[in-house]
C-alpha cells in the first residue's frame, strides 16, 4: 500500500569521468537503516543480489528479498534499507549503473526504433523492478560490463537497455498519482549550484553570487542549500577542493603549493589544515601512503 515516507530528500551529483559516457561500480552490500531519501538527475540501474530489506522509492515502501533489478528514473527519490543477507554463507554485492537516456546522442531517442527505449525511460519515472528472466540476462551484461572498457562497455551497455526496454512481467513501483515534478525542479536548483561550483571551485566562491543563481537571498540559499544536502555551501565546496587535490596528489606531477592553487587555496597552510580534517592525514602523508 503506497504511503509516503516522511523522510528528509538529500539531492547528490557527481561528475562522469570525461572519457565516459556512463559509471558503473560494484559494491559490497552491508546491513544499514535507512535515514534519509537519495535524489539525482542521473537514471540508474540497480542490481542487488542476496539481501533482504526495503525499498523506499517515491511514496511506497516495498520489502524485497533475494536478487533484483531496478530502474530508477530522474530525481526520483529512493533509498535502500539492508536488513540481513538471504544466504548467510553467499557472496551479496550490489552493481549500480548511473547514465543519461541520451549518453549517444539525441538523434537515437528519435528514430523510430528507439520507442520502446523511450517508453521504458517514461515509465521509470515511477521506478520499475523487472522479472526474474530479465534478471537473468541483465546479471550476464552488467557483469561483462564490470570488466570491459571502451566500445565493448558502451555496446553492452545498448543491449542491456534492449533487454530492459523489451522485457515483460514488470512491477511499477510508486502510486499512479506520484509525481516527482516538486522533486525535480528542487533537485535541478541545486543541480545549477554543483554545476557552477565545479566549474568554478578553483576561484573564490561568493555565497551572494551563488545564492543569484537560484535567484534567493543569501541566507534563505543557506537554509536551502542546508534542508536538501544536509551540507552547508562552505562544506561543499570543501569536498570538492579537496577531492580534486587528492587526484593531483595521486598522479604526481605538481608539487603540493602548486595543488593547493589548482585547488582554489591561496594560503598552503590552510589548504594542509583542511586537507587533514577532511582526509585525515596530512597531503604529503596522504601522498606517501599511496607512493608506497
Given at each position: 500500500m503506497?504511503?509516503?515516507?516522511?523522510?528528509q530528500c538529500i539531492?547528490?551529483?557527481?561528475?562522469?569521468p570525461p572519457d565516459?559516457?556512463?559509471?558503473?561500480?560494484?559494491?559490497?552490500?552491508?546491513?544499514?537503516?535507512?535515514?534519509s531519501l537519495r535524489s539525482h538527475k542521473y537514471f540508474e540501474i540497480a542490481l542487488i543480489e542476496n539481501y533482504c530489506g526495503k525499498?523506499?522509492?517515491?511514496d511506497n515502501i516495498l520489502d524485497f528479498k533475494g536478487t533484483q533489478l531496478l530502474l530508477l528514473g530522474s530525481y526520483l527519490p529512493h533509498?535502500?534499507?539492508?536488513?540481513?543477507?538471504?544466504?548467510?554463507?553467499?557472496p551479496s554485492q550490489a552493481i549500480i549503473i548511473h547514465f543519461f537516456p541520451d549518453f549517444l546522442g539525441k538523434q537515437l531517442l528519435?528514430?523510430?526504433e528507439a520507442k520502446p527505449l523511450n517508453d521504458l525511460f517514461n515509465k521509470a519515472s515511477k521506478g520499475i523492478s523487472f522479472s526474474r528472466q530479465t534478471v537473468l540476462k541483465a546479471k550476464k551484461l552488467m557483469q561483462k560490463m564490470l570488466v570491459s572498457k571502451g566500445m565493448t562497455r558502451t555496446g553492452?551497455?545498448?543491449?542491456?537497455?534492449?533487454?530492459?526496454a523489451r522485457s515483460t512481467g514488470n512491477q511499477v513501483l510508486s502510486s499512479s498519482y506520484?509525481?516527482?515534478?516538486?522533486?525535480?525542479?528542487?533537485?535541478?536548483?541545486?543541480?545549477?549550484?554543483?554545476?557552477?561550483i565545479f566549474q568554478n571551485f578553483r576561484e573564490n566562491i561568493s555565497l551572494p553570487l551563488i545564492a543569484d543563481i537560484l535567484p534567493m537571498a543569501p541566507a534563505a540559499f543557506c537554509r536551502f542549500f542546508k534542508k536538501k544536502t544536509s551540507q552547508t555551501l562552505l562544506e561543499f565546496v570543501k569536498e570538492v577542493r579537496i577531492g580534486h587535490a587528492a587526484k593531483l596528489l595521486l598522479h604526481d606531477q605538481h608539487n603540493i603549493s602548486e595543488i593547493a592553487l589548482l585547488c582554489g587555496y591561496n594560503n598552503c597552510s590552510n589548504f594542509n589544515k583542511q586537507f587533514k580534517e577532511l582526509i585525515g592525514v596530512s597531503p604529503r602523508e596522504f601522498q606517501k601512503q599511496y607512493q608506497s
Open positions: 503506497p504511503g509516503t515516507p516522511i523522510m539531492y547528490e551529483n557527481f561528475l562522469f565516459q559516457p556512463f559509471t558503473i561500480q560494484s559494491e559490497i552490500l552491508e546491513a544499514k537503516k535507512c535515514n525499498h523506499f522509492i517515491g533509498y535502500t534499507s539492508y536488513d540481513r543477507k538471504q544466504d548467510p554463507t553467499a528519435e528514430s523510430p553492452l551497455m545498448l543491449q542491456l537497455l534492449d533487454i530492459l506520484f509525481s516527482i515534478a516538486e522533486s525535480a525542479d528542487e533537485g535541478q536548483k541545486i543541480s545549477k549550484v554543483y554545476d557552477y
